[in-house]
Nanobody, 115 residues
Framework: QEQFVESGGGLVQPGGSLMLSCIAS????????MAWYRQAPGKQRDWVANIGSSGIYTNYAGSVKGRFTISRDSAKNTVYLNMDRLKPEDTAVYYCNRVPNYGSWGQGTQVTISS
């Protein structure tokens, strides 16, 4: 059974930084494209970034490009999201998953950007 455990969220002032982590299990992590998503209050879950199995290829949503960096450590079954120059509109619950996903989601980690 696939499992995802996200961590690293918190309350940060605008312009600050956070590093999120996600430990995945129950599937062949090293062979899988991984992604981060986020869901703001009252909104649908949106894709943020993804990284290929090799760690070489990455893609970002326009709203985070240049500020967020996705990376992975397949030896640790972990995917990271480094977030810089955070904005209030980045406030959301952040989730990771494989691509394509099969319906299993973790509890997410809350990121709140506020002064």
């Amino acid at each position: 059974q696939e499992q995802f455990v996200e961590s690293g969220g918190g309350l940060v002032q605008p312009g600050g930084s956070l590093m999120l982590s996600c430990i995945a299990s129950g599937f062949a992590f090293s062979d899988s494209t991984m992604a981060w998503y986020r869901q703001a209050p009252g909104k649908q879950r949106d894709w943020v970034a993804n990284i290929g199995s090799s760690g070489i290829y990455t893609n970002y949503a326009g709203s985070v490009k240049g500020r967020f960096t996705i990376s992975r450590d397949s030896a640790k079954n972990t995917v990271y999201l480094n977030m810089d120059r955070l904005k209030p509109e980045d406030t959301a619950v952040y989730y990771c998953n494989r691509v394509p996903n099969y319906g299993s989601w973790g509890q997410g980690t809350q990121v709140t950007i506020s002064s």
